[in-house]
């Protein structure tokens, strides 16, 4: 049974730092997808970032460039999320999914709440 658990949310205040992770089990992500999306209340689910499991390559929004960075850990079977310069709007609820390559995003996460203050 595949498992995505994501941790590391919290509150904190604008321009500090975050790091989400997100632990998967359940089968191989060597070949998989796997992204970070976020969504706030009253707005649709976006994407963060994403990253090829095998070869890195990451994507990320025009709004989290520069600030965000996303790595993976294949040892430890984690993804993370390292968030800088927190602004209020990133305020959302956070998720982790895997993708098999085909960008449709087959498995999700619980999400984690992080709340950004001014």
């Known amino acids: 049974q595949v498992q ?3 941790s590391g949310g919290g509150l904190v205040q604008a ?8 632990a998967a089990s359940g089968r191989t992500f060597s070949s998989y997808i796997m992204g ?4 706030a209340p009253g ?4 994407i963060v970032a994403r990253i ?8 990320y929004a025009d709004s989290v460039k520069g600030r965000f960075t996303i790595s993976r850990d294949n040892a430890k079977n984690t993804v993370y999320l ?3 310069s927190l602004k209020p709007e990133d305020t959302a609820v956070y998720y ?4 098999p390559g085909t960008y ?8 984690t709440q992080v709340t950004v203050f001014s």
């Open 4 to 6: 995505l658990v994501e």
């Open 15 to 22: 321009g500090g730092s975050l790091r989400l992770s997100c």
């Open 36 to 39: 970070w999306f976020r969504q």
């Open 43 to 46: 707005k649709e689910r976006e």
């Open 52 to 59: 090829r499991w095998s070869i890195g390559n990451p994507y």
């Open 82 to 84: 390292q968030m800088n």
């Open 96 to 99: 982790c999914a895997a993708s």
């Open 104 to 111: 449709k995003y087959d498995y999700w996460g619980q999400g």
